[in-house]
């Protein structure tokens, strides 16, 4: 008969063929699965093929080829936790007892076997077998939970319901800074107070409840705060009743941290695009008042108080393009023309200028270090910054102070640690104060767009954001350590640069220059175009306006002969200015273009390299722009996204 698939394996080792036999029937018929053989070699053969291997060898002591005992023991040398019964003779009783008692795990049958004999021998072989096997299980799985315990990189505490740690992993250890002789057989609310919601979380599980993803806050050992995932069950006994409370933590702290960047960078770009379209539709209101007060400025016997007032008005208007030109430096929509510049040489020029800026209560010192070092910026960016940087400096010392700005270049290998700069050749400019000092609480917003120190009406919060805006274009770092009562300093990081300085767009004369040539302009705003029209018309030119990219099309088909200049908005209600230029150049070769914008994107100009002209801008800007294009003298800038 064909034995179940549970049933327990044994290897009948005889060499007497009738009584192998017999017994194998007899084991087969008992619900044993038996397998045979005649002789120690053979039996080992044997017990390599069977699978399941042997739970049970029945072996005679004495054997053709070895014996008993000695089979016994090569056995269970290849066969983990089998159990040997040796059959023997009446004259062979000594020896199977001096098998048990040289600890051979052995039990003895003795020739002739009563069948009832050998069953019950079997029955408590297989018992011992099946404790042996499931001790070694339970010594498996111990060893590979405390593996997993000590190889997670998750701390695992385990905590009594006395509150009284058990079990702290390495992990644990690493994460919290405590070792394990530390905490075990204590209570973690005794070890430091941000441990006591533990009680809670025991509170929790003790009544039934798991805990799954619950973020709580922890501290380490050094007393810094930590945000931890936690996920909390019941430890049980036998009988289900709860032990203890296993914790499983992960240290989301750094995760939470670069989401608070990532959410403080998302809010920040969400008003630098607002901040963007603002400037541009602003711009395009001073675009109007300065057309408009050039033009009235340039009427004959104008009355003196009525050309003061035009004046104020123009000297406002150029305040206010100032204003937009931080909001669009904030917003990254500024036009940079990038040149090769010497940090030192600008310093050195904008002396002057800073110590009438900070008065005579304050004490200017300047440091230049980086000699012939070059950084590639946009100069009048970078005056804005350190000027920007000087005044804020000068501002947090009203009862007057030293102010030192110094420059420096700085190699950064490799693992060392300079500000948190990337490895790399630095120029780093230092504005330092003696001032006030920064509460820590200020300084993790102080780069925020409106965000000010200073009184109501003393600033506008925009300063630092722009500064930080520019210098991060410009593939630099903006860092900032300040202590209360000693001062500040702001630390300028750029990337040192080689290279030849670009040709920026021709400065108009200071008698605008003038033209006969036939200009299409195309811009949607009606009193904007209307005003661009009239300057470029007193200085000469033939102007045909168009409100929309369709309306340019229309116009452009009807004239007599193609223009010589097309000036056009890069935003217009019906597509861009950039792809009427491109789609223009492309039926008309040799067309000449002029881009306009009051917001600026390089990648609405493309790789066209298109002239650009941003707005506000007066006569002397438009006529000039307009000349050099005609002209061909104009040459592209050097331009960052």
Known sequence: MTPSADALPVLLVDDDEMLRRTMTDILALRGFAPSSAADGEQAMGVARAMSPPPAVAIVDLRLPDMDGLDLAARLQEQTRYVQVVILTGHASIESAVRALRDNHGCDYLVKPVEVDQLIRTLKTAEDRWRLVTTEAELRETRALVQTVFDASPLPHVLIGLDMKVRLWNPAAERVFGWQAVDVVGRELSSIAPAWRGCENVVEVVRQGH??????????????????????????RERDGSIEAVLSVYEDVTERRELERKLNEAQRLDAIGRLAGGIA??????????????????QTEALDERLRGGLISIRDTTDRGAALTRQLLAFARRQPVTVSMVEPDAVVAELDRMLRRLIGPGVRL???????????????????????????????????????TVTTRHASVRPGAELLGLDPGEWVIISVRDTGTGI??????????????????????????????????????????????????????????????????LPAPDADAPSGTETI???????????????????????????GSVGEAWELISTMPRRPDLVMSD?????????????????????????????????????????????????????AGAVRAVLDGTYQPPGQLS
Do not use: W
Request: hydrophobic share 40%; proline share 4%; with cysteine.
């Open 210 to 235: 798991s805990i799954m993803g619950l973020e709580v806050r922890r501290s380490n050992r050094a007393g810094a705060p930590l945000d931890v995932r936690l996920n909390a069950a019941a430890f």
């Open 280 to 297: 541009h539709d602003f711009n395009n209101l001073l675009t109007v008042i300065r057309s408009e007060t050039d033009l009235a400025l």
């Open 365 to 403: 010192e300047v440091d230049a270090g980086a000699t012939g070092r070059q950084v590639g910026v946009d100069r009048s960016q970078l005056e804005q910054v350190l000027t920007n940087l000087v005044v804020n400096a000068r501002d947090a010392m009203p009862d007057g102070g030293r102010l």
């Open 439 to 504: 509460p820590e609480e200020q300084r993790t917003r102080i780069f925020e767009p409106f965000f000010t120190t200073k009184a109501q009406g003393a600033g506008t919060g925009l300063g630092l954001a722009t500064c930080y805006g520019i210098v991060r274009r410009l593939g630099g770092q903006m860092v900032v350590e300040s202590e209360i009562a000693i001062g500040s300093t702001f630390h300028v990081c750029l990337p040192h640069a080689e290279g030849e300085s670009v040709q920026e």
């Open 520 to 546: 299409l302009l195309v811009e949607d705003q009606d009193q904007l175009r209307s005003a661009t029209q009239r300057l470029l018309r007193n200085r000469g030119y033939q102007v045909r306006i168009a």
């Open 570 to 622: 890069v935003q217009l209600p019906d597509g861009g200015g950039r792809d009427l230029i491109v789609a223009l150049q492309a039926s008309f070769p040799g067309l000449r273009a002029l881009l306009t914008s009051g917001s600026y994107d390089v990648g609405d100009v493309g790789d066209a390299r298109i002239p650009f002209l941003q707005k506000p801008y007066s006569l002397q800007d438009v």
